[in-house]
């Protein structure tokens, strides 16, 4: 129905710069959330932050106060992707994300969403 593959992961010092993709192709929705998640190991999958798209236009997005001022969420509705800049990137960022969509107006809950991408490894160096 939906299938969300993820790319750009890597390893960054800190303070250096990434940018997470994540494609989608298959069924479309005229209103959506895609949203980035991320798992450190024994630690439980975080909120990073979201896009809503409604009629082809941005019409919200939300960010966990973590990566507030740091990274940015943004897509490209030609391509039909979903970008995660992350900037001033710190140790703690250390993580697997994942990108997630849902036909939904938004929410910081993992259990809203119900496609997800494969996960693409973060490691910020210090």
């Known amino acids: 129905q939906v299938q969300l593959v993820e790319s750009g992961g890597g390893l960054v010092q800190a303070g250096g710069s990434l940018r997470l993709s994540c494609a989608a192709s298959?069924?479309?929705?005229?209103?959506?959330?895609m949203a980035w998640f991320r798992q450190a190991p024994g630690k439980e999958r975080d909120f990073v932050g979201c896009?809503?798209?409604?009629?082809?236009?941005?019409?919200?997005?939300d960010y966990a106060d973590s990566v507030k001022g740091r990274f940015t969420i943004f897509m490209d509705n030609v391509k039909n992707t979903v970008y995660l800049q992350m900037n001033s990137l710190k140790p703690e960022d250390t993580a697997v994300y994942y990108c997630a969509v849902g036909q939904l107006l938004g929410g910081r809950s993992w259990t809203l969403y119900a496609y997800w991408g494969q996960g693409t490894q973060v490691t910020v160096s210090s």
């Open positions: 298959g069924r479309t929705f005229t209103t959506y959330t």
């Open positions: 896009i809503t798209r409604s009629a082809g236009k941005t019409v919200s997005r």
